[in-house]
């Protein structure tokens, strides 16, 4: 079992940025480590994702302004964003899956608003 918490959302205005942080708690070794979100009335979409060797996949969308990084020792993944529209507005998710397993853990969601 994997428990996730999340940190860091909020308001924001357009152009801004913001950190968001996640901490994972887990009996196993987390492998691959993410970031989610989804717009009212629209899908859950991937942000970006991050294996624990540090290979890393973004979103066509987020490219260029988007930064995710993890802290192996703290099981902790972060996610650094840039340059917010008001179409990066969501709830943004945290995503863990630990070795070995296809299982995927999802945090609570932490609600981002790009408004001013």
């Known amino acids: 079992q994997v428990q996730l918490v999340e940190s860091g959302g909020g308001l924001v205005q357009p152009g801004g940025s913001l950190r968001l942080s996640c901490a994972a708690s887990?009996?196993?070794?987390?492998?691959?480590m993410g970031w989610h979100r989804q717009a009212p009335g629209k899908q859950r979409e991937l942000v970006a994702s991050?294996?624990?060797?540090?290979?890393?996949n973004y979103a066509d969308s987020v490219k260029g302004r988007t930064t995710i990084s993890r802290d192996n020792a703290k099981n902790t993944v972060y996610l650094e964003m840039n340059s917010l529209k008001p179409e990066d507005t969501g709830v943004y998710y945290c995503?863990?899956?630990?070795?070995?397993?296809?299982?995927?853990?999802w945090g609570q969601g932490t609600q981002v608003t790009v408004s001013s």
């Open positions: 887990a009996r196993f070794p987390i492998n691959l």
């Open positions: 995503v863990a899956r630990t070795l070995g397993s296809s299982k995927d853990y």
């Open positions: 991050i294996s624990r060797g540090g290979l890393t």
